[in-house]
């Protein structure tokens, strides 16, 4: 006779926690609104004196667009987003010399202005300033041979191009 009612509450439980997924189910989507997943980037400005890093900064942010799930890449007839920007300071600072005067080391710093804006209006939804830095050690020559001294450039645009698409993911 005690097992009986032990024999319900654990049918009861079972019920009850197989119901349980529905319940606590994940709504589709991601960190975008749904009207605000297709972005269009053209490619950023440059207003140093530094060459193509308006091209490399841009293909950047696209690859890491491309990575975030929930966010795509459109034209720019389909963007809901567009998202532009410019180059505005480029600062490579020698850290350190061998003997010979050879760079062993040095760091750079990207800034740009980006701006984000509603593709349907028009409007300007946000404008930034952001910066970032990347540094080279003569060392990291033995880990990735073929990276040379402008390391430290792509380190600095791989880490504004992950600041600049967060941008997209906080509250417009």
């Known amino acids: 006779m005690n097992r009986r009612p032990s024999a319900r509450l654990a049918l009861a439980l079972a019920v009850l926690l197989a119901g349980l997924p529905a319940c606590v189910a994940l709504r589709r989507g991601g960190l975008f609104a ?3 997943d297709e972005v269009f980037v053209p490619y950023f400005k440059n207003e140093t004196f530094f060459r193509n890093v308006e091209f ?4 950047q ?3 890491e667009i491309l990575s975030r799930p929930g966010l795509r890449l459109s034209s720019k007839e389909d963007a809901e987003v567009l998202l532009t ?3 505005v300071n ?9 003997p010979q005067q050879d760079v062993t080391s040095q760091s ?8 984000i ?9 946000k404008t930034r300033q952001l910066t970032q830095r990347g540094q080279f050690v003569e060392s990291d020559l033995a880990q990735s041979p073929n990276q040379g001294l402008d390391a430290a450039r ?10 600049i698409v967060r941008e997209l993911e906080k509250e417009f």
């Open 56 to 59: 490399e900064l841009t293909e």
């Open 34 to 36: 749904e009207d605000r």
């Open 90 to 98: 480029v600062r490579q600072t020698v850290l350190s010399e061998d």
């Open 85 to 87: 920007g410019r180059v």
């Open 108 to 115: 750079t710093s990207v800034t740009a202005v980006i701006e």
């Open 154 to 163: 792509r380190e600095a645009f791989v880490f504004l191009a992950r600041d």
């Open 61 to 63: 942010v696209h690859q």
């Open 117 to 125: 804006r509603d593709a349907r209006t028009g409007e300007v939804i």
